[in-house]
């Protein structure tokens, strides 16, 4: 075979390489982001991953003022679904994952964004009723940057810091989130927080290299002992502010979550 042949041969293989590999990357990358208005599409997408995903980015959008929360949106990473709450009654499927405290939701300024879900959730619920949302599981990003040594207090900073990704942040975030069609800069902004807030959670934990393991149990607090087994009410005096909550145990240290505690209790 002459060289030119060869020549022609390799640049061939190698173009063939260069659009596999291009391939790879944007099956790896591929994200989905889907806009619910419906409880059944939610109820379907959350009883799929309850079986496989127990941390979850979280992010509310509202309307400047007192409004109550307009939507919702949360990431598992490879798909994210950004619920319309003022279209929709409180599904029982969603109700049960935001009170789940062994699924954790993380973000930042979580515990506000939880405040917000409850009241979307109780409006009209007698305070008395068992079926008033109670969250759980909410984990800010702030204390555990901090504990990192992280420079940023933002999920934007964040993001830069720690991912190397900006996010832009434009007229966009004071836009009508209560809009019967969201337009397409809304979703994107709104999905990205969500997905953006889990990626910078687990670049957290890669740094300080803290790896979870299920399940999932209620934690004592760290300046107590752990309560004897059996005995529920020396759990229940001796746990965090919420004892409906749970965190994650890390093998051979304590729990980046816990540093959290304060700021969603």
Known sequence: M??????ALIASAACVALVLLRRRRRANGRHSVTVID????LDAALTRWSCTH????????????????????LSCGDETVVVQLSKLAPPEALLRLLADPRTSKVGVGVAQ??????TWANTGV????????????????IPIAVRCGCAGRSLASLSEELLGERMHKGAVRRSNWEADTLSVEQVAYAANDARASLRVYLALLARLDWRPRAPLP????????????????????RCVRIPTRSQPVYDGEPSPLSCARDAVA
């Open 38 to 41: 419906s409880a059944s599409v």
């Open 218 to 237: 209620t934690v004592a607090a760290p300046s107590l002992p752990p309560p004897r087994s059996g005995d529920a009410a020396a759990a229940r005096g």
């Open 54 to 73: 127990r941390v979850l980015g979280l992010d509310v959008e509202w309307v400047a003022g007192s409004r109550p929360a307009a939507l919702l949106q």
């Open 2 to 7: 002459s060289k030119i042949a060869w020549t």
């Open 126 to 141: 007698d305070a008395c009723s068992s079926r008033r949302l109670s969250c759980g599981g909410g984990v800010d990003l």
């Open 113 to 118: 964004d939880l405040r917000r879900l409850e």
